[in-house]
């Protein structure tokens, strides 16, 4: 089993910035690759970052390439999702997960958190 935490969502302005991180137990860490969802009300879980268990190959959304950024620490078990710029449309509920293998794709990953909510305003 592992235990996923987010935490870092809030309340921005557009235009401004939030860190959310992903606190993992459970497991040994670096031995699996972790991604960032999000899924906004009325609309379907949609996939944003993805990095590898060593850190070294990150994927992204079109919507946030250039504006995310994905990184990890495995001596702190912990995973980060770097978001700046921020738009109202990036307003949604985050979730980290695990999976065995670096993917963008929601049915590759097992393990998730219950989420933190980004809110950006116009």
């Known amino acids: 089993q592992v235990q996923l935490v987010e935490s870092g969502g809030g309340l921005v302005q557009a235009g401004g910035s939030l860190r959310l991180s992903c606190a993992a137990s459970?497991?040994?860490?670096?031995?699996?690759?972790m991604g960032w969802f999000r899924q906004a009300p009325a609309k379907e879980r949609e996939f944003v970052s993805a990095i590898s268990r060593d850190g070294k190959w990150t994927y992204y959304s079109e919507s946030v390439t250039g504006r995310f950024t994905i990184s990890r620490d495995n001596a702190k078990n912990t995973v980060y999702l770097q978001m700046n710029s921020l738009k109202p449309e990036d307003t949604a509920v985050y979730y980290c997960a695990t999976a065995g293998r670096l993917s963008r794709r929601s049915d590759q990953y097992d393990f998730w958190g219950r989420g933190t909510q980004v809110t950006v305003s116009s």
């Open positions: 459970g497991r040994t860490f670096s031995s699996y690759a």
